[in-house]
């Protein structure tokens, strides 16, 4: 295996055309050199949201991070991820399109866990409908939350120590 040990990583888009994607600089961070970014199946319900959707996650990988993430979100759960309230519909309606890549034409990304680059065109193996955002949280038994606002959850999740995610908190209430 390559790429950190996968096979397969992937991308998650609204938009089911895309054929080949090439690199790019990202607008919310101009200071990166241009690639494809990828996420690695573990990672991935990080991204089963609308795109815009402002979501937090945490998440346990040892027994004693299974400790600490039970204690301080009074969950079971191995993943914990939320979004507000006001997302619901938008989670009922939405649908993802999973691309998956060949992780041979990936590295990983060490500024964050389980986040690969490609620094070339690359194009997908495959594309699968998700139409069951929901579903795919359940499925994977990841603990979904939906907050009024994610303030307080946030804090929680810091404050546990814990490996978390904090995607698009510009969108969030504030």
Not at 40 to 63: I, K, M
Not at 72 to 85: M, N
Not at 110 to 132: E, K, N, R, S, W
Not at 136 to 154: Q, S
Request: hydrophobic share 45%.
């Amino acid at each position: 295996m390559t790429a950190g040990q996968v096979d397969r990583v992937y991308h998650f888009s609204e938009d089911g055309t895309i054929r080949r994607f090439p690199p790019h600089v990202p607008p919310t961070n101009p200071s990166q050199p241009a690639a494809v970014w990828a996420i690695g199946a573990d990672y991935a319900p990080l991204y089963w949201f609308p795109r815009e959707c402002p979501r937090v996650s945490v998440w346990a990988s040892t027994p004693d991070e299974q400790a600490v993430l039970t204690k301080a979100l009074a969950t079971e759960a191995s993943r914990v991820v939320a979004t507000e309230l006001a997302w619901l519909d938008r989670m009922r309606t939405t649908t993802l399109y999973r691309y998956a890549f060949d992780a041979a034409d990936f590295q990983p990304w060490d500024q964050a866990d389980g986040q690969y680059v490609a620094d070339h065109v690359v194009v997908p193996t495959d594309i699968d409908l998700l139409d069951d955002l929901l579903g795919l949280h359940a499925d994977a038994e990841v603990e979904l939350r939906f907050a009024p606002r994610l303030g307080a959850l946030t804090d929680a999740m810091l404050a546990s120590g814990l490996p978390f995610s904090f995607v698009r908190l510009r969108n969030a209430q504030h």
